[in-house]
Structure formats: structure tokens, C-alpha cells
């Protein structure tokens, strides 16, 4: 009797045992912290969003800043609620990870501050430089006041407002001098009136360059802090726990299904042995009624497992309600006959229209103002494949037009005609946003060159003043020769019978000819007169590539000749590869014209060039010599494609995954911003339908290759 009840007492702990470990996972636990950390990330992008926002002046204050920085100190308390199925192992990881993360916002929080405090500062002077300089300029008529500084004042306010815009380190030591100059020259004049408000806008205009470049070190530092990588640390510690208690409590069970088993085995096979004394009757009755028992046994388990299954789906369920709910895009579900039944909360925010007013409508008479027609006709073909548009046109509840990157996909149906499933995003501000980053690189280039064209035109003008001066000696060298010549005839006209006068007038005509050197004249003045042409000529070319190189166009795709832009462009960025390399052109004579923006198409090759001489004058500073850029075009097809070498330094193995990432650059701080080839690839890719890749050996230099499609 003991051992029976030890056995059953032992039977009974392993069941419940087995039964607390099925139920290892807190879901509902999982699914808070997965979401916790979902709110994180959309907090951190948007404080990097805000920064950028206030560093290019287009949000004014630091509220949203403070109450999301807030948000995530409080967010990193909940997150150190370790779930109780994690082991010790993944505890420690769980809590070293939150740690980090807690330390890599207090940094983040840190340099916000910092940022906040200088931009402050910097803002402030900003906005008042300008201010006293127009009151200078205006006070600068007054015969008591500063003199030349208004005038100096402009120079130099124009050149910080530039400055603040895309100058490096480097391009504020010019203005520093000029502030000094001003400060030590105009303003110890006696009797100079204004000399306050002077004084004033030069101590501004040392606080703008003192605290441009701190709040652009504090600005990519908060852009580079690690919180999202961190992040996703901590995501995949909680999914890799989750999944390996998931697998424990599945494991368990079955093995408590299996005891569970064999109890009821041995508990039927007890039964029998026990009543083999009886008659048969009731041996057979026992029989039956033990089958019937473990049939009973058999349903209950069976009703159990529904019921597990059933309350496992209603979760699913409402993770999956609340993931449509919080999703940042829109999201909308149609049935069979293409009437509305997903609705999520932000469709509700983006068109204006509730989930009362959308549930159940066509999705063609849903109240979005969009050209469905044209829409339904793009998603032609999804029964065989996703589509993907990513530049659907709509009217924003405020009348507004804006875009969408929308795609869809088919749903399961065992009908011919089936429900799909569209996710839009809202993404005009991202668009408006693109074109501001492709105009400040644009402004950068122009920038660069501004110095290089200005030299490559003053060359040419110099020997054309000289030789004009040259000119302007010579002809009046000549003026006494010319004098006398018209005497003479003069006089031979006269047929007088005197011939002293005349012999006179030959006399001077003969010493003015000597005076003036003529055999020189002769042979130096045509070829004055020609260097003179050859450098107008020069000045021509450079202008008119100039002038190709920012050619205005539409933003549309035209027939474009393509070895004219490339030289036009050549011709443009001479001055940043000239002291370093040498061009090889080799185009193809059987290219026809390319489908391009060529505005567009000249900055993607401008950058190019750009960074091939930078790679060169690396390489050059190392071994000396110099390198070589080549330039080729051939046709492939309908294709034509563009290839732009150099022998510079090549690009390292770990950055070759990158160098099209955003603000991802391996120059020195100052020199580039990051987005030189990220611009140029998606000008390629997304504007011109073509591709752009990149084959390069270490030490030997790199090649980028543009195929783009042949005009029809």
C-alpha cells in the first residue's frame, strides 16, 4: 500500500512538474517588451529626424526632442523587467544589453544637449548678423559713419551665410582674417560713428565660426550614437529565449502527453490484473469498461488540445491586431470582391477617412482621392507576383498632393478571383526631402569649383591684358610714325618747289621709325594679336562648359549626346585633377543619344571626377608620379555604357558593401559629406532606369560603370 501511494504520489509531482514547464513562455510578457522595443526604435529615428530638422533650420524648437529623449529613458525602466522563462545566461546577456543601451542614450542625451546649447548660440547669431549688418549698410551714407565696414561687412556675411551652409574647417580660416582685418583697421578711425553695432556683428560672426563646427561634431554624433544597433541586440536575445522555451515547453509536452499515456496504461493494466478473479462476466465488463475509460481519457485530451490550440490563435490574433495598429504605414484588406475589410489606424490618419466610414466599401468608392483607374491598371499583374509602385499620386486631406510607395500582394483563394493586401507610406516629406540633400550636393560641387574655374578663366585673361598692353605700347610707338607719314604726303601733295620741308619730314619720319623699332613691331604684333584670340577662345570654352554643366532642364528624361556632356564636364572640374592626373578620353563614334536628365547626368559625373582626383592626389601623396583618370563610353545593345577609372588607392575590402550608404565616407572630416555617390547611384538607378557598379583592386585604383538605356 505504501509503495502504491509512493508511486502515485511520484506520478502526480511529475505531471505537475511537466505541466508548469509546458507553460515556460510568458507571451503576453513577449509581446509588451517587443513592442516596448519597436516604440524605442520609431523614438530614436525620430530624434535623429529632429536633429536634422533643427540643424537645417526647418523645425525652431527642442520639444519634441526633450519629450522623446524622456520617452526612452522611461521605456529602458520597463525594459529592465527580465522575462522570468529567460535562463541565467540569457539574463546576464539581457541585462548587459539594456545597460548598454541606458548608457548609449545618457551619451545620446549628452550630445542632444550639447547640440541644443551651441545650435542655440549659433542660431542667435544667425539671426541677428545679418539684422545689424542691414542697418549698418544703411547707416553706412552717413558722412559720420564706419567708413568702408558696412560694405566689408556684407562681403563678410555673405561668405558666412555660405559657410554655414556646406564650409569645412578649413574655408572659415579666410573669413576669421577678414573679421580681424575689419576689427583692426576701420574701427580705430577717429570719429567713426557705429562703432558699437560693428563690433557687435564681428563678435557674431567669431560666434558662427566658432560654433558651426561644434554643433556639426555634435550633430553626427548623435547620428552615429549605437542605440539601434544595440537595439537589435536586445531583440535578438528576447527572440532567440523565446524560441528556445517555446521549443522546451513543446518538448515538455510531450513527454507529459506520453506519461500521461503510460498512467492510464498502467492504471487500465492495474484494473485487469485486479479483477482477473472475478468470474468472466465481469472480466469482460472490466474489459469494456477499461477501453472506455482510456476512449474517455482519449477525448478529454483531444478537447484539450482544441482548447490550447483555440487560445493560442486568439492571441496570435490580437498580437497581430495590435502590430496593424501601431504599424507606422497604412495597411488595407480587401475580399474577394475587392470591398474594404482592413482598415488600419493610420489609413484612418492619412485619408482622413474612420474605419466606420471604410469597412465594407469598393476600394474603388472608398472616399481616397487618387486616380484609381490608373492604379488598378499598374496592379494588373498580381496574381502572379507582389508589385511594388513607388510613386502612386494622391490628395491629402488638407487638399494637398502627395505620394505613396505602395505594394501589394495577392491573398490565398480557392476562387478565381481573390482579396489582396496593400501597404502604402506616406512619402513626400522623404521625396522633398532627397531633392534638399541632392541640391546641397549640388551647391557643394559648385562650391568646389567656384576657386578652380575662377583660376582656369584668370589664367587666360592675364596673357590677354598683357598682350593688349603690348598692343596699346606698340600703337603708340607708332602714332609718331604715323604723324609724319601723313605730313609727308601732305607736303608731296602740295608739289611744292621748296624741298627743305620735305626733306625735313623725311627726316623725322625716318628718326620716328627708329624710335619705334618697327621690324620688332612687325614681328611681335600678330603674334600678340593671336596668343590675344587664342585666350578668348579659351575663356569661350570654359564658359560655354560652365554653362552646359548647369543647363537647366525639366527633371524629364531627353535625348542627350553624351560624349558632349562628359567633355563639357571634363572641361568644368579640370581644376580638381589637373595637378594630379591625366585625362585618357576614348568614346565610342557609333554611340547614339541616351535617355537623360542632363543636368542631373553632369553632377553623377562631376562627382566622379571628383572622387577619382581625390583618390589619385591620396595615391600621388604616397608614391609621387602622376595618376591617370579614363574616360570611355561604348554601346552594349540598347544600353550605352560609361566608364570612369583611376590609378588611386583603391577601395578596401570592409568598405565596399558601403560606399553607396548615406553619409558614408572615408574622407577626412571636412572634405565630404557622404553623399556624392549615394546621390549619383540613386540619379542612375531611380530617375534613368539604369545601373551603376564599381570593380576596383586595392592599390590599383578603381572603375565605376554606368549603363544607362540608348534614346529611341
Not at 548587459?96 to 541644443?116: I, N, P, Q, T
Not at 598692343?471 to 609727308?488: Q, Y
Request: charged share 20%; net charge negative.
Amino acid at each position: 500500500m505504501a509503495s502504491t501511494l509512493a508511486t502515485a504520489s511520484a506520478a502526480i509531482f511529475l505531471i505537475v512538474f511537466l505541466y508548469q514547464k509546458t507553460k515556460a513562455v510568458d507571451l503576453s510578457g513577449q509581446a509588451r517588451l517587443a513592442q516596448e522595443i519597436l516604440l524605442l526604435r520609431n523614438v530614436d529615428t525620430t530624434i535623429d529626424q529632429d536633429v536634422l530638422r533643427i540643424r537645417q533650420g526647418f523645425l525652431r524648437h527642442y520639444d519634441t526632442l526633450n519629450d522623446n529623449l524622456q520617452r526612452m529613458e522611461t521605456s529602458i525602466a520597463r525594459l529592465e523587467a527580465v522575462p522570468a522563462y529567460f535562463r541565467d545566461a540569457e539574463r546576464r546577456a539581457w541585462l548587459a544589453d539594456v545597460g548598454r543601451f541606458r548608457a548609449a542614450v545618457l551619451d545620446k542625451r549628452d550630445a542632444v544637449e550639447s547640440f541644443k546649447s551651441d545650435h542655440a548660440i549659433l542660431a542667435n547669431s544667425l539671426h541677428y548678423l545679418p539684422n545689424l549688418v542691414t542697418a549698418l549698410v544703411g547707416a553706412g551714407t552717413d558722412p559720420g559713419s564706419v567708413g568702408r565696414a558696412p560694405e566689408q561687412l556684407r562681403a563678410i556675411l555673405q561668405e558666412i551665410l555660405i559657410y554655414n551652409l556646406h564650409g569645412s574647417a578649413a574655408d572659415g580660416m579666410p573669413i576669421r582674417k577678414s573679421v580681424q582685418d575689419l576689427r583692426e583697421g576701420d574701427l580705430t578711425r577717429e570719429g567713426a560713428r557705429d562703432r558699437d553695432d560693428v563690433r557687435l556683428a564681428l563678435n557674431h560672426a567669431d560666434r558662427i565660426l566658432e560654433y558651426k563646427p561644434r554643433v556639426d561634431l555634435e550633430c553626427e554624433r548623435i547620428l552615429s550614437a549605437p542605440t539601434l544597433r544595440i537595439l537589435e541586440d536586445i531583440s535578438t536575445t528576447m527572440d532567440e529565449s523565446g524560441r528556445m522555451a517555446t521549443w522546451s515547453g513543446n518538448a515538455y509536452r510531450i513527454v507529459l502527453i506520453a506519461v500521461c499515456a503510460l498512467l492510464a496504461g498502467g492504471v487500465a493494466y492495474f484494473l485487469v490484473r485486479l479483477r482477473v478473479a472475478n468470474d468472466n462476466l465481469e472480466q469482460r465488463v472490466l474489459v469494456r469498461t477499461a477501453a472506455l475509460s482510456q476512449a474517455n481519457l482519449d477525448l478529454e485530451e483531444q478537447i484539450a488540445q482544441r482548447q490550447r490550440a483555440i487560445a493560442e490563435l486568439m492571441s496570435a490574433q490580437a498580437r497581430i491586431q495590435r502590430i496593424i495598429t501601431i504599424m507606422p504605414s497604412v495597411l488595407i484588406g480587401t475580399d474577394e470582391d475587392q470591398r474594404i475589410v482592413l482598415w488600419n489606424a493610420r489609413a484612418e490618419i492619412q485619408f482622413g477617412i474612420s474605419v466606420a466610414q471604410a469597412m465594407g466599401r469598393p476600394l474603388a468608392d472608398c472616399g481616397i482621392t487618387w486616380d484609381f483607374t490608373a492604379l488598378s491598371a499598374r496592379l494588373g499583374g498580381i496574381a502572379t507576383a507582389p508589385i511594388h509602385l513607388p510613386d502612386v499620386a494622391f490628395v491629402r486631406p488638407d487638399g494637398r498632393p502627395a505620394l505613396l510607395a505602395l505594394s501589394a500582394c495577392q491573398l490565398p483563394s480557392d476562387r478565381p478571383t481573390a482579396g489582396m493586401l496593400i501597404a502604402a507610406t506616406d512619402i513626400t516629406d522623404h521625396k522633398a526631402m532627397e531633392a534638399q540633400l541632392m541640391q546641397a550636393q549640388k551647391l557643394e560641387s559648385i562650391g568646389q569649383l567656384a576657386a578652380g574655374v575662377a583660376h582656369e578663366i584668370n589664367t587666360p585673361v592675364q596673357f590677354i591684358g598683357d598682350n593688349l598692353c603690348f598692343l596699346r605700347d606698340a600703337f603708340r610707338d607708332l602714332m609718331p610714325v604715323l604723324s609724319s607719314s601723313r605730313s609727308l604726303l601732305e607736303a608731296l601733295d602740295a608739289q611744292t618747289t621748296d624741298a627743305a620741308p620735305v626733306a625735313e619730314i623725311a627726316c623725322l619720319l625716318q628718326q620716328a621709325t627708329k624710335n619705334a623699332d618697327t621690324e620688332f613691331l612687325i614681328a611681335e604684333v600678330p603674334k600678340a594679336i593671336t596668343q590675344a584670340i587664342e585666350g578668348v577662345e579659351r575663356v569661350a570654352t570654359i564658359v560655354k562648359s560652365l554653362k552646359e554643366f548647369a543647363h537647366p532642364d525639366g527633371g524629364e528624361l531627353a535625348p542627350v549626346d553624351l560624349q558632349r556632356t562628359i567633355e563639357s564636364t571634363l572641361n568644368v572640374a579640370r581644376s580638381e585633377y589637373k595637378y594630379v592626373a591625366d585625362v585618357v578620353t576614348d568614346f565610342a563614334a557609333d554611340l547614339p543619344h541616351v535617355q537623360c536628365i542632363q543636368g542631373e547626368f553632369n553632377q553623377v559625373v562631376l562627382n566622379l571626377i571628383i572622387n577619382a582626383a581625390d583618390a589619385i592626389g591620396d595615391a600621388v601623396a604616397a608614391r609621387g608620379g602622376r595618376g591617370t583618370i579614363t574616360v570611355s563610353t561604348r554601346r552594349d545593345g540598347d544600353t550605352a555604357e560609361l566608364r570612369i577609372g583611376d590609378t588611386g588607392t583603391g577601395i578596401p575590402e570592409r568598405v565596399r558593401a558601403h560606399i553607396f550608404d548615406p553619409f558614408f565616407t572615408t574622407k577626412a572630416v571636412g572634405k565630404g559629406t557622404g553623399q556624392g555617390l549615394t546621390i549619383a547611384h540613386a540619379i542612375i538607378v531611380q530617375k534613368h532606369h539604369g545601373t551603376m557598379t564599381f570593380e576596383t583592386t586595392l592599390g590599383q585604383g578603381t572603375t565605376f560603370i554606368i549603363r544607362i538605356p540608348i534614346a529611341a
